[in-house]
């Protein structure tokens, strides 16, 4: 069966520097989630898309921001990089809100 | 707002025992969901088993199972026939049913099975 599928699977830059990460959600599903988790810690949850509106934020940054294109994959960018936004940043779909979330396999984002 | 507290940091058991993983939750919401998604050292979330607040029914998928006590605010996951495989970080994790779809994660639960 067809995952979540994120890229890249890892990138490093430096301070002060942008990122873009990509998600691709598994096929009709129409609800994109976003998670951070730092070392040691459980996800924390970002921000969410549905049917390509922003539909619930949570603890994201200024420096960040995401959105969910026609074709329902989503990408986030982060802006000013800091050294404490090094983390394993995940992905997740649902075939509609409120619905079991599918996680991709992540990225892992090494700021120097 | 929802939180999800997960007693155990670490367990082990040896191989092809039972195990049962602690976590309570507390919430005003009625209609929810709760997971347990595990996290082996590849740190994929994969998603372990889901409960529906409105089932009284435990859900059960293979070697897993959980028991849901929704008076007490319970959801304890039961792993039986432990496998080397099912090493791995486990979080509990809830879901409001509708307007706050995140998930809202324990701090987890690192199991080790032993050969």
């Known amino acids: 069966a067809a995952g979540v599928i994120q890229s890249p699977r890892h990138l490093i830059k430096e301070k002060r520097e942008t990122a873009t990460l990509k998600c691709y959600p598994i096929?009709?599903?129409?609800?994109v989630y976003w998670y951070q988790q730092g070392p040691g810690q459980d996800p924390q949850f970002l921000i969410s898309?549905?049917?390509?509106?922003?539909?619930d934020k949570g603890s994201i940054p200024d420096r960040f921001s995401a959105q969910q294109f026609s074709d329902y994959h989503s990408e986030l960018n982060m802006s000013s990089l800091e050294l404490g936004d090094s983390a394993l940043y995940f992905c997740?779909?649902?075939?509609?809100?409120?619905?079991?979330?599918?996680f991709g396999p992540g990225t892992r984002l090494l700021v120097l | 707002a929802q939180t999800v507290t997960q007693s155990q940091p670490e367990m082990s058991v040896q191989e092809a025992e039972t195990v049962t993983l602690s976590c309570t939750y507390d919430?005003?919401?009625?209609?929810?969901?709760l997971f347990w998604y595990k996290q082996p050292p590849s740190r994929q979330m994969i998603l372990v088993i889901r409960?529906?607040?409105?089932?009284?029914q435990n859900a059960t998928e293979n070697r897993f199972s959980v028991n849901f006590q929704k008076a007490a605010k319970s959801f304890s996951l039961k792993i039986s026939d432990s496998q080397l495989g099912d090493t791995a970080m486990y979080f509990c994790?809830?879901?409001?049913?509708?307007?706050?779809?995140?998930?809202?994660f324990g701090t987890g639960t690192r199991l080790t099975i032993i050969p």
């Open positions: 997740a779909s649902s075939r509609d809100r409120a619905e079991t979330q599918y």
């Open positions: 096929p009709r599903h129409d609800t």
């Open positions: 898309f549905y049917e390509k509106m922003q539909s």
């Open positions: 919430t005003s919401e009625n209609n929810y969901y």
């Open positions: 409960q529906e607040a409105y089932k009284q």
């Open positions: 994790a809830f879901m409001a049913h509708f307007g706050n779809e995140k998930l809202t």
